[in-house]
């Protein structure tokens, strides 16, 4: 049986949206709360998709706030990188908002998992009644491993995508953490009144 409350969620933000996030939250873009100054650092295109695709149980899956189960994912990779005409990012302008799958239930929110990234047709999607069979339905393994380019294994990178899909937006006292990548990001956060025991520098989260 999984333990809930050490399987870590991540969701990776610009340093720029933490003053929004430190009064309301993560806030999903169709959010009363959402920010009207939010600094974007994915695929547009993909983001796009996301808003108008129609999953089985008739919502749209933009609608949903998600969060990743592990960290170094293709889509860091891609947006230091700069690849798909997605705009090159620092590592120190991005920061990691932790919280976890016992946090959100304790809210009571409504969420639904995966076990590879949401976009695929090869992906399952399975609801709360499930989440004791994380274990067993996520491949760990792959969600951690380092780099995901296999010949032997074609269908490794769209499980380390797993995806926790939350209907509501995850409050400030939900988040159990912020990982940064080194000390001019955790002087950039304390400035904007973030905890310093709250921040914690993981450079090898980053690629």
């Known amino acids: ?23 309301h939250g993560l806030t999903r873009w169709s959010s009363p709360n959402a920010n009207p100054a939010y600094q974007p650092i994915g695929d547009s295109s993909l983001i796009g998709a996301r808003k108008d695709r129609i999953l089985t149980n008739g919502n749209l899956l933009g609608n949903y706030l998600p969060f990743y189960f592990g960290v170094r994912t293709p889509m860091l990779y891609v947006i ?6 997605v705009p090159r990012q620092s590592p120190t302008d991005l920061v990691y908002c932790v919280t976890s799958v016992e946090e959100v239930i304790n809210l ?7 076990n590879g990234h949401a976009t695929d047709g090869y992906t399952q999607f399975f609801d709360p009644s499930r989440i004791e069979e994380l ?8 969600i951690k491993a380092q780099f995901w380019k296999s010949d032997t ?6 499980r380390k995508e797993a995806e926790f899909l939350m209907e509501g937006d995850l409050p400030f006292s939900s988040i159990l953490g912020f990982l940064a990548y080194d000390i001019a990001a955790q002087q950039q956060m304390m400035e904007y009144g973030f905890s310093p025991d709250k921040i914690h520098l993981y450079p090898n989260f980053y690629f």
């Open 1 to 23: 049986m999984a333990d809930l409350a050490k399987t870590r969620l991540y969701r990776l933000t610009h340093i720029a949206n933490l003053p929004h996030i430190l009064v």
């Open 80 to 85: 230091q990188n700069g690849y798909n005409n």
């Open 108 to 114: 009571r929110q409504p969420f639904i998992f995966t």
């Open 135 to 142: 274990d067993s339905i996520l491949d760990w393994n792959a």
């Open 153 to 158: 294994d074609l269908d490794l990178k769209r």
